[in-house]
């Protein structure tokens, strides 16, 4: 992870699920030169996420959390977010 928007994605996270793991990873350079490379090197991410907070939660509802916790990072600012959301012994 490097770069102001993975700090900020990680930030913004760990405040609203903290988590007992969190990986952002920055996928921008296998997307170069492709769809959405706004040649930031901040275009595309991956989200390994565990937290309590996803319990009982469906694949689709802790994606919509997330995407609430991090504003206009996802489709605005950044152009693609795949998300890997769990709870704890999942």
Do not use: C, W, Y
Request: proline share 3%; charged share 20%; net charge negative.
């Amino acid at each position: 992870m490097s770069g102001t928007v993975a700090k900020e994605i990680e930030q913004l996270l760990v405040a609203a699920f903290a988590p007992s793991q969190l990986q952002v990873i920055n996928d921008s350079a296998k997307h170069h030169g492709h769809t959405g490379d706004d040649g930031s090197g901040e275009s595309h991410f991956t989200v390994v996420i565990e937290s309590d907070s996803f319990a009982g939660a469906s694949r689709l509802e802790r994606q919509r959390m997330i995407n609430r916790a991090l504003g206009d990072i996802p489709g605005q600012r950044v152009h693609a977010l795949a998300i890997n959301a769990s709870a704890p012994g999942e």
